[in-house]
C-alpha cells in the first residue's frame, strides 16, 4: 500500500466518472487529504471519545 503520490492521483483521476468536473476532482482530494489527516492523528493517538469530546464541549 505503499505507493507514489503520483500513482495514487491518477488512480484518483481514472475513478472519476466520465463527464466529472474540476469541482468533482477537488473534492475527491480535499476528501483524500482529510482521510489521510486524520489516519495520521489516530496513528499519533490524537483522537478523542465521543465522550470526551461531549465532555470538553459540556454537552
Known amino acids: 500500500m505503499?505507493?507514489?503520490i503520483k500513482e495514487d492521483a491518477l488512480k484518483l483521476v481514472h475513478n472519476l466518472p466520465d463527464g466529472a468536473t474540476w469541482d468533482d476532482l477537488f473534492?475527491?482530494?480535499y476528501e483524500r487529504?482529510?482521510?489521510e489527516k486524520s489516519l495520521a492523528e489516530l496513528r499519533e493517538g490524537r483522537s478523542y471519545t465521543t465522550a470526551e469530546v461531549r465532555q470538553r464541549l459540556g454537552l
Open 2 to 4: 505503499a505507493t507514489g
Open 27 to 29: 473534492q475527491k482530494v
Open 33 to 35: 487529504i482529510i482521510v
